[in-house]
């Protein structure tokens, strides 16, 4: 499957955005899907998941009630939409597919993700 995500920009601290990662080359509704993110300086790391369903998704605590997965398998696109943005925010963002049997599950470990995006920079200034 290829990913491509869409959506990032500049914005102000407390503003929102929605990133959107397009699936291709495969069925999107057998992958379960992630969003990570790496700060300048910093090693990657989970922000959230979602899966295969949609009806089970799973946060980092940085972005609990702040960010909301979801997923549209006809659309074969996953989302991410960002509230409140802090400058903390600030990262490239990645989203990720692994292929999984079980339809209600999803994963925060990043080494079970086998599909990634170039990713999509989102600034956050204060």
């Known amino acids: 499957v290829q990913l491509v995500e869409s959506g990032g920009g500049l914005v102000q601290a407390g503003d929102s955005l929605r990133l959107s990662c397009a699936a291709s080359?495969?069925?999107?509704?057998?992958?379960?899907m992630g969003w990570f993110r790496q700060a300048p300086g910093k090693e990657r790391e989970f922000v959230a998941a979602i899966s295969r369903n949609g009806v089970n998704t799973g946060y980092a605590d940085s972005v609990k009630g702040r960010f909301t997965i979801s997923r549209d398998n006809a659309k074969n696109t996953v989302y991410l939409q960002m509230n409140s943005l802090k400058p903390e925010d600030t990262a490239v963002y990645y989203c990720a597919g692994d292929t999984f049997f079980f339809s209600g599950t999803y994963t925060e470990r990043e080494t079970e993700y086998d599909y990634w995006g170039q990713g999509t920079q989102v600034t956050v200034s204060s």
């Open positions: 080359g495969s069925t999107f509704s057998n992958y379960r």
